[in-house]
Each structure stands twice: as structure tokens, then as C-alpha cells.
């Protein structure tokens, strides 16, 4: 495998457009446009050079001219017949550079969200769906493999077959409505967990809320057993149950002296609803402490949901879905842990509407300087943006992983 370059030149300076349009927050459709035109090229090139070297894996050209198998089913065959396709691609800087660009090289549609994606970009997104491995999943920019053509492109809706008006008025169509996946989680926990330090511990794992607590429980008694006596902060971020996989946060503090039952819980949710009104998952918060801690625990639970997510309305465009509660649930927990390491009393002795106010002056992604929530244009926007961020550190690993792997070979 071929040398790579510094993973720091992953970066404008090195793979971005001209430094006039790197002066504004967006990015315009023409030179979006000019980008993917480029980025064609390059992946042709390519592909004529992979064909070239590897006659004996061209399995779908059949009788087609060159040109034409290029054009519709090199791609395909590079996809099928060779073991790291994603990382075969990546070792091209310019190919690398361009799936891995910053969010203001990226042209968005003003209405749907969708970004303005190269032809064959979407391609290469939608066949590394097809993977085993989800890791070669690059986070909201695929389309499920039920919606492709042979050749790896989006179906048009209206090729899908008769009857299938829920596969077609689907959030999956878009990317700002897409459900995250395991790359998102990882990105996140990574993030999260940087921050666990002396007493504060952040359990961010896959699994279910229930686990957690039992985690917490084990740990609380097993620091007891050494010796420790000072409170113990816990920001827990999970799916609620098997049954409910909605994503929340809590906040659980505990005395090691009493590994049984918690000194203070306060619980997140992520759906627009105003205290002191309980989100709709608030059942399932006190289900799974009750089952860990028994039912007295519903009477020290405190509510401290930000009303972020909108709810789904049936008969809404499906591109206006908001399927961002990881992204709501990563910043609750981001701020309880700040606040642990900037002002624990408060989270001992103070009252959950401080505690809630002080959470929203640390999340400024969404909530204005005045702690007001931010509208839901800007909202969308800034989940938008996430999105395609998630998306360029799957892109970054990969090029970081090949990077090892080169240096050790050498």
C-alpha cells in the first residue's frame, strides 16, 4: 500500500476550495457544483487505472464498451472483489479530501437539508452501506440498501413498487432526518467519556439505562470497599429499555457509603415540552430506576428535560423529522459533566431549576447567550451541520487507521 499524508493536512488548507470562498459561512451551489465535477474525475481516473491493473476482477463488464462500464459498474466490482474498497479509494488524496471536506465546502438544499453530493460519492456512500462492517458506514449520507439501484445510485421514488407509501413518505430519504448509527454513538461516547475524572464517571456504552444503574451500584459499592467517602457523580447516557429505545441522560450522585439507594437523580429527556411538564418517557425513566433501586426512587427523582426535539407530526414532509436525540442527549450530558467539574455544589444542594439554567448557558449549539432556546431554523442548522461532521470523522479514522497500518508496514 502506497504512502499516506499527515492526517493534519486533512484539513482546508490543503483540501478546500479557493480562500475568497473560504471567507463565507456557506458554501455556494456553483462552486459545490465545480467540486463534485472534479471529484468525477478523479474517481474515473481512478477506476480506469483499478481496471487496468485488475482485468480478472472487472466480473460486470460483460460486453460494454469501457467507457459505459466505468460509467455504471466499475464502481460495483471494486466494491465486490476487493477486501478494503473504502480504504483502496481513500488512498487518493483528492478522493479523500473531498469525502472528507469541512462542512462549509458542503452545499445544502435550503428546504430539504439534503447536501449537494457528487453522483458517484453518493455511490460509494450507498455500496459501503452494503457492508458487513458499520464501521465502512459513513453516518446519514446512504440511503437504506432497499432504496439503491444495482449499481449503487438512489432509486427514484417513483420506481419503488405499488403499495409501498410507507417506504416512500420515509425520514430515511433525507439526510437530516436519518437515524444515527453506531459511528455516531462511538464518536460521541469517545467525546463524553474524555471527560470522566476523579469522581465524576461518565457511563456511555451501548446498552440500556438499567445496565447503567446496575454499573453505577457495583461501582459505588466497590468504592466504598477502598476506603472513599466523598460523593460520587454519575452522567449516564443510554436508550431507555429493549422496548423504548428512545436516548436520555441522567445525572445519578452517590454517597459510597450507601452503594444501595442515591443521594440525588436527575433525569433528561429531549422532546419539546416545557417543565414542569413530564416528557413522554418519563414512565420509562422511573421504570428503570425503580427496577434497580426499588419504588421509592420516583419520589427523589428530579426533571431536568430540555425541550429540544420537535415531535414528529404524521402528514409532515419527512425531511422535517427530527431524528436528532443523540445529538440532544450527547449536549445534556456534556453540560452535567462540565458542571460537575465547575460547580458540584450546585449539584448537591441546588435547586433543579438552577441546575437546568446552568446546563443551558453550556450548551450554546442550542440555546441562546440569554439562555433562550434557539429557533428551530437555527436548530435544524446546527444539527445539520453535526451531521456532516459525524460523518467526516468516520472519514478521518479511516485515513488515520490507514495511516498506521502504512507506517508499520514500512
Not at 45 to 72: C, G, I, M
Request: net charge negative.
Amino acid at each position: 500500500m502506497s504512502i499516506f499524508w499527515p492526517l493534519s493536512r486533512f484539513s482546508p488548507r490543503y483540501c478546500s476550495p479557493p480562500m475568497e470562498f473560504m471567507k463565507q459561512r456557506t458554501c455556494i451551489k456553483e462552486i459545490a457544483e465545480a467540486a463534485n465535477r472534479s471529484f468525477e474525475w478523479e474517481v474515473h481516473s481512478f477506476l480506469r487505472a483499478w481496471v487496468h491493473n485488475h482485468e480478472d476482477k472487472t466480473l460486470l463488464q460483460f460486453d460494454q464498451p469501457l467507457d459505459d462500464y466505468l460509467a455504471n459498474d466499475a464502481l460495483r466490482d471494486l466494491f465486490l472483489n476487493t477486501r478494503h474498497p473504502i480504504q483502496q479509494l481513500l488512498t487518493n488524496r483528492s478522493i479523500a479530501c473531498h469525502l472528507g471536506r469541512r462542512t462549509r465546502a458542503v452545499y445544502f438544499d435550503p428546504i430539504s437539508g439534503d447536501p449537494l453530493l457528487a453522483p458517484t460519492e453518493q455511490r460509494i456512500y450507498n455500496l459501503a452501506r452494503r457492508m458487513d462492517s458499520e464501521r465502512m458506514h459513513v453516518p446519514f449520507r446512504s440511503v437504506h440498501p432497499n432504496k439503491q439501484t444495482e449499481a449503487g445510485d438512489t432509486a427514484d421514488i417513483s420506481t419503488y413498487p405499488e403499495g409501498s407509501e410507507e417506504i416512500r413518505y420515509n425520514s430515511g430519504n433525507h439526510f437530516s432526518s436519518r437515524p444515527a448509527n453506531g459511528n455516531v454513538f462511538d464518536e460521541h461516547s469517545r467525546h463524553c467519556m474524555a471527560k470522566s475524572a476523579s469522581n465524576l464517571h461518565v457511563l456511555f456504552k451501548r446498552g440500556f439505562l438499567e445496565e447503567r444503574l446496575r454499573d453505577v451500584k457495583e461501582l459505588t459499592a466497590q468504592m466504598h470497599e477502598a476506603g472513599e467517602t466523598q460523593p460520587q457523580f454519575f452522567v449516564i447516557y443510554s436508550r431507555h429499555s429493549p422496548e423504548e429505545g428512545h436516548f436520555g441522560t441522567s445525572l445519578v450522585i452517590m454517597d459510597p457509603a450507601n452503594p444501595d439507594f442515591p443521594r440525588r437523580v436527575m433525569v433528561c429527556d429531549t422532546l419539546l415540552k416545557d417543565l414542569p411538564h413530564h416528557p413522554r418517557w418519563w414512565n420509562h425513566f422511573i421504570a428503570e430506576y425503580s427496577h434497580v433501586f426499588g419504588d421509592a426512587i420516583a419520589e427523589i427523582v428530579e426533571d431536568l428535560s430540555h425541550p429540544l426535539q420537535k415531535v414528529n407530526i404524521k402528514g409532515d414532509n419527512p425531511y422535517r423529522h427530527d431524528w436528532d436525540c443523540p445529538y440532544y442527549a450527547t449536549s445534556m450530558a456534556d453540560a452535567l459533566a462540565d458542571l460537575v467539574k465547575t460547580n458540584p455544589e450546585l449539584l448537591l444542594n441546588g435547586i433543579a431549576a438552577d441546575v437546568h439554567d446552568a446546563m443551558k448557558a453550556t450548551m450554546q449549539d442550542y440555546y441562546q447567550s440569554n439562555n433562550e432556546i434557539k429557533t428551530r431554523v437555527d436548530i435544524q442548522q446546527t444539527n445539520r451541520l453535526k451531521r456532516w461532521k459525524s460523518g467526516r470523522e468516520v472519514i478521518k479514522d479511516l485515513v488515520s487507521e490507514m495511516s498506521r497500518k502504512s507506517s508499520y508496514e514500512l
